[in-house]
């Protein structure tokens, strides 16, 4: 099965997916006339705009919940993995990933938010590159294969990963305990009681819907990114003398073959798509179901969440690690040996024992136990985010069938994720990190290519940038003077929900000329 797993692999993250993600974000980057510089001080002023409604939920907890899915074990164990087999110039290639794909981030969002639909039976809004490949593409079956291959990638393939890293987080610091047979496993007695806890409060959370899980995102999500980054720049602080030297090694080493030809870039390009999720298609999700006055606002604060991931949470681990030390670089020649080991051998690559073993000298146990809790907030925050997105298109599969929202494949959806969890905690992180990948990349072909497609049937995104900016050099944006759109006006069809929404506005100013703050 490994071995099916890593061809399998081997085929999907060919060089022609790394250089496909990264000439879609330069292309787009060109596009937008570098949207993700232009409209930064905009994204800052949209992430506390906007409020949640009946069926929607803010901008913020759509970054929230987005951040969910972004912040997880690639920026933990994903940036050890990466430096690990690709060494330190891997971290480059993630800065470049993010910087040209907040641009794809900010394409892919608005899309979702352009041809979202309030679900009939939930009354929730629901969108995503599945709602958008049958709509701006007219190609339905386009939009079903990627919503089949998005519910296998999330609800099967990916959340094995972040709970695989959970317990192994918990392991490291607690120890494995007495070992013993649990069905047909040898594990220790610590595994199965972190994963029981993980299993009862993801029960708990997923079972309530989207509001929930936009609740408890909305408060962990910042709260655990804040204080991994504050703990992080005391150990950078601690190093500071290191720092010149690291980032000397990030940038010198980006184009050498330290760890074989097209290592760095390979690894990162791979963890940095797998950490950020700019083009893989997971962020219109969330951002479908924010309430917001534009299209173009949900698609700029879901490229402000790709800097936060990697820019900031990414780099805070890799510049821990690599200024203290606590990192192994595996070759890529047939017999595995190091090219640069400082610590055991036996320290597992795809695993957050790197970052662990940085804090711990600095801070001693409590630098391993906090990552133990950290790593417990950004994979369990990241298996809700993939939860959501598997129930979205479970939704979409089913309305494509004439039966509206099934509760009963929302409720196996739920069944499936839990039983991963528990399948991807307690087997080998080498083996689920191979299936998390191959449903990464899998959605990422779908999705890139359909976006690269769309522009150059209609370019709804370009488009209602336009038409964003202009409002915004107006005056937009107040309460007497908020943004409005009209999707005929650009001749973008199929935008039913906007569509109403701006009839709605009109038949109100019409009843009511005089009344400027029409909502």
């Known amino acids: 099965m490994e071995g099916l797993v890593s061809l399998v692999n081997g085929i999907i993250w060919s060089p022609a997916l790394i250089y496909l993600c990264l000439g879609a974000g330069l292309f787009y980057s ?63 290639w993630m800065w470049i990933v993010a910087f040209l794909g907040a641009s794809t981030a900010y394409v892919e969002s608005t899309l979702g938010q352009i041809y979202k ?91 309530g819907g989207i509001k929930r899980i936009a609740t408890f995102t909305e408060y962990a999500v910042p709260f655990m990114a804040l204080g991994y980054i504050v703990l992080a720049f005391f150990i950078m602080f601690a190093n500071f003398s290191m720092i010149p030297e690291v980032f000397g090694a990030i940038v010198g080493d ?7 030809f097209g290592a760095a870039i390979g690894w990162g390009v791979k963890r940095g798509i797998y950490s950020n999720e700019a083009g893989q298609g997971t962020g219109p999700h969330a951002a479908a179901a924010a309430a917001v006055d534009h299209p173009s606002q949900q698609g700029l604060v879901q490229a402000f969440s790709v800097y936060v991931d990697t820019l900031l949470v990414c780099s805070a681990t890799a510049f821990m690690i690599l200024s203290t030390g606590m990192y192994n670089i595996q070759g890529t020649l047939p017999d595995g040996q190091f090219i640069v080991q400082n610590v055991a051998a036996t ?110 049937v209609s370019r709804p995104a370009l488009e209602i940038l336009k038409d964003y900016e202009a409002q915004l050099k107006a005056g937009g944006g107040t309460t007497s003077n908020r943004f409005v759109f009209d999707p005929k006006k650009f001749g973008i069809k199929n935008a039913t929900y906007w569509e109403q929404r701006h009839l709605e506005h009109e038949q109100k100013r019409s009843e009511n000329p005089l009344n400027k703050e029409i909502k």
């Open 347 to 456: 320290t597992e690559i795809n695993a957050p024992a790197f970052t662990q073993m940085a804090m711990e000298s600095v801070y001693g146990t409590f630098g391993s136990t906090f990552i133990a809790v950290a790593v417990f907030f950004f994979a369990f925050t990241t298996i809700l985010a993939y939860y959501y997105i598997a129930e979205v298109n479970i939704s979409y599969l089913t309305r494509s069938m004439g039966k509206g929202a099934s509760k009963t494949g929302h409720f196996i959806v739920k069944v499936i994720i839990m039983a991963m969890v528990a399948y991807g905690g307690l087997n080998s992180a080498g083996y689920i990190w191979g299936l998390g990948d191959a449903g990464v990349g899998l959605m990422a072909w779908l999705n890139i290519v359909g976006i690269i497609l769309i522009f150059f």
């Open 117 to 207: 639909e309030r679900d009939l039976v939930t009354g929730e809004y629901r969108g995503g590159p599945a709602y958008y490949f049958e709509r701006a593409l007219g190609q339905k079956w386009y939009g079903i294969l990627f919503a089949i291959s998005s519910i296998i990638a999330c609800g099967i393939f990916l959340p094995g990963v972040q709970a695989n890293g959970v317990i192994n987080a918990v392991a490291q610091v607690a120890g494995e305990g007495s070992v013993i047979n649990f069905m047909g496993l040898e594990t220790g007695t610590t595994r199965i009681m972190a994963l029981g806890v993980v299993l009862v409060v993801l029960g708990f959370i997923i079972f």
């Open 30 to 92: 060109i596009m937008t006339r570098f949207v993700q510089v232009r409209l930064f001080k905009e994204m800052l002023r949209l992430l506390f705009k906007g409020k949640p409604d009946n069926d929607g939920i803010s901008s913020f907890q759509a970054l929230a919940v987005s951040l969910a899915g972004r912040v997880g074990m690639g920026n933990i164990a994903g940036v050890a993995a990466a430096i690990g087999f690709g060494g330190p110039g891997a971290v480059f």
């Open 254 to 260: 980006a184009f050498t073959a330290q760890a074989g």
